[in-house]
């Protein structure tokens, strides 16, 4: 990307992926810290069992994390960057033949807490490519997913010059309206454990 190559539009991840993959890493961390602890340097084979158990949960977590992508747009291109790497993938909008979400509802512990169970959506977005290349991308909400997709014809079509747009944080939680008691669920398990461990 040139120093002049302006980004005019910038999707933001959803707040369910960095809560699951950045709470996930840390609470197996705090998990087989606790299990360090509890042990008193008397290790058996069930302990070790247990930290080797969260400490792969611990960095596939973290791979996760670090595979999220954003899309970004500028006067000419979509940018595909890694959200905590510098990899990304550029791509002329004349490359690009279709944008489009699809939704689907996912059920969890449906009967257990509730009747109806915790409902959540799994949301792909699929970036269509000229030469029949599928680019699947899952850290994409649907108002932000509007947005892109609106600032993405504006620019193709060449509508004159396009401001630099900017997502508030009222609309990011709006679309993330659903993810939000999962975070404070994962928040609030965390912080318990990081306490307890801390000053129990």
């Keep these: 990307m040139t120093e002049r190559e302006k980004i005019i539009y910038k999707t933001q991840p959803r707040l369910i992926l960095l809560s699951i ?9 705090l998990l087989s810290i606790l299990i ?34 954003t899309v970004q747009l500028s006067e000419k291109a979509l940018i595909i960057s890694y959200l905590n790497l510098p990899i990304r993938e ?28 915790y409902n ?14 599928m680019i699947k991308l899952y850290s994409i909400g649907e108002m932000d997913f509007q947005e892109l997709i609106q600032t993405f014809q ?13 997502r508030h944080r009222f609309l990011y939680l709006l679309d993330n309206l659903h993810d939000v008691f999962m ?5 609030f398990i965390t912080i318990g454990l ?6 129990g």
Excluded: M, W
């Design 194 to 199: 990081g306490c307890a461990l801390l000053f």
């Design 154 to 166: 504006r620019l193709r079509r060449g509508e004159g010059k396009i401001k630099v747009q900017k």
């Design 36 to 69: 360090l602890k509890s042990s008193k340097n008397d290790f058996s084979y069930l302990p070790i069992s247990f930290i080797i158990l969260f400490e792969t949960l611990s960095l596939t977590a973290l791979y996760y994390f670090l595979k999220i992508r």
């Design 90 to 117: 550029k791509f002329t909008f004349e490359e690009i033949k279709s944008l489009h979400q699809t939704k689907e509802k996912v059920i969890i512990n449906e009967g257990v807490f509730s009747k109806s169970g």
């Design 120 to 133: 959540f959506y799994h949301i792909t977005t699929l970036i269509l490519l000229k030469n029949d290349k």
């Design 21 to 29: 993959t950045l709470g996930g890493f840390v609470l197996s961390q």
């Design 183 to 187: 975070t404070i669920i994962f928040l």
